[in-house]
Each structure stands twice: as C-alpha cells, then as structure tokens.
C-alpha cells in the first residue's frame, strides 16, 4: 500500500505516538516519517540568483563554489539545477568524494577540487576530469600522472595573498608557476586567491596578486582564468571579478553580510528552506518549566509546541537565543535550549498552532530569511545552511 506524506499525516495526528504498525511504516521502511524536518529548495530562486550574479559580474563566467554539500541543498541537487545555465562554467568543491559524486551523478561541467589530495587520489581525480587545485611543489607527480594517463593534468594554482590557509605564498608563487608552466604535463587553466574579507586588507592582497600575475603574463606565462571573488567581493571589490567570480552564498540567495541586504546591489533570493512539523503542543501553568536543566519557566500559564528538530538536525543552539519561528502567519520565538532532536516554542496564552502544522525555522519570505534568524539569535548564515544534516530529505520545488 503506497501512502503518500499527506494522507500519513492525517493518519497520524490522532495518534500520540507513530506505532510500527502505521502504513508507512510497512511500505518504507527507510522513508523519513511526515514530521521529519525536511529541506526546500527553491529552484527558481537558485536561478534567479545566477542571473543576478551574472548581471552584477557583467557577464564573466561564474564558478559556483558547491562544497560542503551545496551549502546543505545536496551537492548533486544543486549541480544538476545550475549545470543547464550557460553563465555557469564549473563547480568548485573541497572535498574529493564530493567531486566523485558529481561525476557519478553525471555532472559534465568543468570540477576544481580546492582540497588536498595525494598522488592516488590526483590520478582518480585526473581519470574523472576534475582539475586539482595546486600550490606545492608537485611537479614530478604531475608529469607521473601525466605520463600514464597520456594527457596533461589540467590545474589551477592557488595562490595565498595574505589569508594564510592554502596556497603558494605569493613572494614565492612566480618561481613554482613558472616551473608548473615549464612542464608539458600541466595545463594551467586558472590562477587563483582568497581574500581575507577585510576590506582595507583585501586592496592589499589584490595589489599583490595583479603584480604576480603581471609580471608572469609579460613573461608570456599562461595563466589561465584568473578568479578571485567569493560573495563579499562580488558585494564589495567589482575590480576583483577578474576572467571569472567564484561565488558560494550569492548563489543560495543568501545575503552573506546583514549590510549587503540594503545596498541592492544584487536582489538575492533564499532558495533553500529548512521546515519540520508541530510534533506536540500543551500548556505550561505558572511555574512549570520546559528544556533540559529548566531553562525556560513559564511566568504564567502559556502554551507551547514541540518541533522535532534540534541541533543534529542543524539547526542551531543559539537558535535558542532569539530566533522565531514560522507557523502559518505568526512568528514563535524558540525557548528554552535546542537539543539534538528537539525545539521548543512560546505560543502564547492561546494553543494557536496544532499538532501537524508546518513550522518553517527560515525560508525566503521576509522575517523568515536565513538572514533573520541570523541577526535574530547571532547563528552565522554559513552554520545554517552548511550544517544541516546531509540525511534529511530534500525536496525541490518550482514556481
Ligand atoms: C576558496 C573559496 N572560494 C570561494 C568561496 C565562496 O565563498 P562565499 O560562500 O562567501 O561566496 C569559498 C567559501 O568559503 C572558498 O573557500
């Protein structure tokens, strides 16, 4: 017997408890239940995003950095959404098995992969087309790799400008270019920096890498795209877009910066969603408490909902400090603490909300952004949406 989410529901909110003997316990055995909190992506607003992207880098080719599992859409969801659009000419990603899986999910645009590797892996990476990002002496590996796989190793060089993470110090970076350059192993197709996001210190680093890169183009050194900007430089730096931008949150919709969300640079809309279902509501009287350790007590009689979502679902502690969630038109504010599984919310002195309602912690509407609950509760935006558990279901939704 199929049942589809809906008509599980309706099943289910007489029952206190979900038994193994409801239907969709028996036909999915793995399938989430209709409470699970599940993830929206917003298909249309991912494109749209693009196109503000494109229109504000005037038409340069667009990196889409995808790493960490899209940002928490799923990195073969977002892959397969953007790869059609022309102003997308690659994924950026940090992890080998990432890259893999996008090959495997039959991804075909350009892959760089900005993590580390070691020689097997440069092999398995070379074999699928992915471009490893390079910036240590590695050149001997590379002509290995290239001998035996009949083809140059195409690359990118990172170069570190002042961040300090990754990449060729850039005093030091023209000697190993120019060494990776001199090998009939390596295609250079691009040279690559991080800003550090500070905004007197980024002139500086940018300072440093157009005279690295320069000096080794009038010495005929091919360089490839040369690309540098993330989402606060495509905010910030227009004289950073270089050949290409290398956007991450942009994409999502995502203001990365709570000032970026008044200048109108860029109309960004949120194309992901995190939602779940009321699980429980009751009444607290006068001096009962709720959450681990008491931490909220109630100051007279108030009713309160149980969502089953908490901090292994992603969805912050600090949420616990501000943050307001959505049911139907109003806004809850979440009490006492966030547990793994578990958050609490102040309805007020009527149970305005039931068991079964969709809860919405962030979506693209105003007041519910991932922007909102971020100056709402101090969560960073990047922690709401990369730590959202990669097992919860995602849906994508168009229109
Ligand atoms: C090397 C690199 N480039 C680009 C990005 C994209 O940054 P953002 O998501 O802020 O646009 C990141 C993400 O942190 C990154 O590590």
Request: with cysteine; net charge positive; proline share 6%.
């Amino acid at each position: 017997m199929k049942t589809s989410r809906r008509s599980f529901l309706r099943t289910s909110l007489a029952l206190p408890a979900l038994g193994s003997q409801s239907p969709a316990f028996q036909t999915h055995a793995h399938a989430d239940s209709s409470f699970d909190p599940w993830i929206e992506i917003h298909a249309d607003n991912l494109r749209h995003n693009v196109g503000e992207i494109h229109r504000r880098a005037e038409s340069r080719p667009i990196l889409a950095v995808i790493k960490n599992n899209g940002y928490g859409m799923g990195v073969v969801n977002v892959a397969r959404l953007l790869e059609p659009s022309s102003a997308i000419a690659g994924f950026a990603v940090v992890k080998l098995h990432e890259a893999i899986t996008l090959r495997d999910a039959g991804i075909r645009k350009p892959i760089l992969l900005m993590g580390p590797f070691d020689e097997r892996n440069l092999e398995e990476a070379v074999r699928r087309h992915i471009m490893p990002m390079v910036y240590t002496p590695i050149g001997s590996a590379l002509d290995r790799v290239a001998r035996k796989r009949q083809t140059p190793v195409a690359m990118h060089v990172c170069v570190d400008t002042g961040i300090g993470r990754v990449g060729v110090p850039h005093t030091q970076a023209a000697s190993l270019i120019r060494d990776f350059a001199g090998r009939s192993s390596v295609r250079i197709q691009g040279t690559m920096m991080t800003f550090a996001e500070d905004p007197d210190f980024d002139k500086e680093q940018l300072k440093r890498f157009n005279a690295l890169c320069g000096s080794l183009g009038q010495d005929g050194v091919k360089l490839g795209a040369k690309h540098a900007a993330s989402s606060f430089a495509l905010f910030q730096r227009p004289e950073a877009f270089l050949d290409m931008v290398r956007p991450g949150m942009a994409i999502y919709g995502i203001y990365s910066e709570h000032e970026f969300r008044s200048t109108r640079v860029m109309d960004l809309r949120p194309a992901i969603s995190l939602k779940s279902r009321v699980a429980y509501v009751k009444q607290l009287r006068k001096g009962e408490s709720a959450g681990y350790n008491r931490a909220y007590v109630a100051k007279g009689d108030v009713w309160v909902a149980t969502l089953p979502v908490g901090h292994a679902d992603g969805w912050p502690r600090a949420a616990a400090k501000g943050a307001r969630v959505r049911i139907g038109e109003g806004m809850y504010p979440v009490i006492a603490s966030v547990s793994a599984s578990h958050s609490i919310l102040e309805i007020g002195s009527e149970p305005r909300v039931q068991i079964g309602d969709v809860a919405t912690m962030f979506d693209w509407r105003d007041g519910s952004r991932p922007e909102d609950v971020s100056a709402a509760c101090g969560a960073s935006v990047y922690d709401l949406t990369m730590h959202l558990n990669p097992l919860l279901p995602r849906r994508i939704i168009s229109g």
